[in-house]
């Protein structure tokens, strides 16, 4: 199986940062993509930022030139260095991974705890 674990989330004022980690454990074979996703109350589960194997990246419209993501050099943990924090990027934030195990030849979705995210105006 492959972990998730998050860190990183907080309370913040507005135009304030705040940097999420996410790194990936486990029987971690080969990671297809990476990303963040958010879900505010009474809302569904939308992508923030997303980045795949190949090197290409995808943000929101609302989040980009505000939040860069990122990977480290062994591109099991993911980073999400959000700016200019504002009261609507409150939410829970979830790590997403398209993984494959180790010795299989299927790739799953797996997914953080999530962690808070509160922006205060």
């Known amino acids: 199986q492959v972990q998730l674990v998050e860190s990183g989330g907080g309370l913040v004022q507005t135009g304030g940062s705040l940097r999420l980690s996410c790194a990936a454990s486990g029987s971690v074979g080969s990671i297809r993509a990476m990303g963040w996703y958010r879900q505010a109350p009474g809302k569904q589960r939308q992508l923030v930022a997303s980045?795949?194997?190949?090197?290409?990246?995808n943000y929101a419209d609302s989040v980009k030139g505000r939040f860069t993501i990122s990977t480290d050099n062994a591109k099991i943990t993911v980073y999400l260095q959000m700016s200019s924090l504002v009261p609507e990027d409150t939410a829970v934030y979830y790590c997403?991974?398209?993984?494959?195990?180790?010795?299989?030849?299927?790739?799953?979705?797996?997914w953080g705890q999530g962690t808070q995210v509160t922006v205060s105006s």
């Open positions: 980045f795949t194997s190949d090197g290409n990246t």
């Open positions: 997403n991974a398209y993984v494959q195990i180790r010795g299989s030849i299927r790739y799953s979705d797996y």
